[in-house]
């Protein structure tokens, strides 16, 4: 069900949403995008080039981040602009990892009847997405 503007608030909280992520999601991803990048499932070369171990995909962060704002809208297609930063990486060793995303209603526009939420985005305790943005269309 949409969300009515009229029931929106300045400070309002979405929640939070956790999202899980096995190196099985980033095999998937990886296959649905075309972005077969090594860093993004084989350990051994994720870490011959750096990095801790395997990383998530960034698009997939990002996407996975959003959902949270998708549902409390009521429907993605009443997110009608979607935007961020990347600050850190969702690292996902061979157990598997969770990012968990919270937001808050920055600003409201009366005329349009759209909200700006603010999305923040954890995993492994460090912030992963900056500047993290939806404008979401209401009712």
């Known amino acids: 069900m949409a969300r009515q503007f009229s029931d929106v ?19 998937a991803y990886a ?5 077969q990048n090594p860093i993004h499932q ?11 171990d395997v990383i998530a995909h960034g698009m997939w962060t ?3 981040a959003g959902t949270l704002a998708a549902e409390w809208a009521g ?9 961020t930063r990347f600050t850190s990486m969702v690292v996902v060793p061979a157990g598997g990892s969770e990012l ?3 937001g808050v ?13 603010e ?12 500047r993290c943005q939806a404008v979401v269309q209401l009712d």
């Open 31 to 35: 296959n649905a995008s075309l972005d």
């Open 119 to 130: 999305l923040t985005a954890t995993a492994g305790g460090s912030k992963v997405l900056g």
């Open 62 to 64: 990002m996407g996975a």
């Open 9 to 27: 608030s300045v400070g309002d909280s979405l929640g939070t949403k956790t999202v899980p992520v096995q190196r099985a999601t980033l095999v």
């Open 100 to 102: 968990s995303v919270t």
């Open 42 to 52: 084989d350990e051994a070369f994720a870490k011959q080039v750096g990095l801790p």
């Open 105 to 117: 209603v920055k600003s409201l526009d009366e005329a349009r009847k759209r909200a700006t939420v």
């Open 75 to 83: 429907d993605a297609g009443r997110i009608v602009e979607y935007g």
